[in-house]
């Protein structure tokens, strides 16, 4: 049975969700805060928000139940973060690949999925980090709200309780390996058009193509046409 646990203050959600994982049989388990103090992204990047305005928030679901790969567990989430938003806010909202998602040309949220073994069991710890009502990222420049990027304003909690049910049932019904990178790769952000990279520190024009089930993206460039792992290449917009 799903519960949901609220912290007016963490450190990580990732990281203080494993203490009220009490039970082995326990799954779909979420935790979430409006004011995280050390939040993580991936590859070691930091999240951090201003206090009472953003969510995050972190799943607890069990490995044994997700029949496909890491990689493909990753675009899953994506699409299933991007989908909630997008029918929130009735917004075109998009997938920055490998996970962060984009309203109105802005970051309004990022993913980080660890996986952890907590009382012999085997978990996907899914963190979701949202920028909700913020409104000033000092130097962030691509960075937004879905306040700043669609003018409304939403309740926190309810806002939290939403999610938490949405993200537990798409939990419950993964779709083929297909159907994931048909729906990831049709949502995601400059696909198909010419973008500005920046590659081992110099900057060229290439359009994304699409990314593929190894967890690489492919992309045209201009006089090549190469796939990459993250942290290869830097989509600048």
Known sequence: MSQLFYLSECSSTNDEITQVLLYPQMNG??????NQTKGRGQYGNQWSGFSG???AYSLAVKTAGITVSDFLFNYYTA?????????LTENTVKIKWPNDIIVSQKKIAGILIE?????HEN???IGVGINILQEKFDNISNAGSLLSQTGKKYDLKSFAEAFH???NEKMEILISEDKIMEEFNSNLFRKDEISVFEINGKRQNGIIRHA?????I???LEDETRSFYHKEVKLLY
């Open 29 to 34: 388990i979420g935790l979430y805060t409006f």
């Open 53 to 55: 305005q953003n969510l």
């Open 79 to 87: 699409t299933a973060v991007r989908e909630y938003i997008a029918k």
């Open 115 to 119: 996986k952890k073994k907590i009382h």
């Open 123 to 125: 978990y996907f710890i």
């Open 165 to 167: 049910l949405f993200l």
């Open 212 to 216: 593929d089930k190894n967890g690489e």
């Open 218 to 220: 492919l992309i045209e």
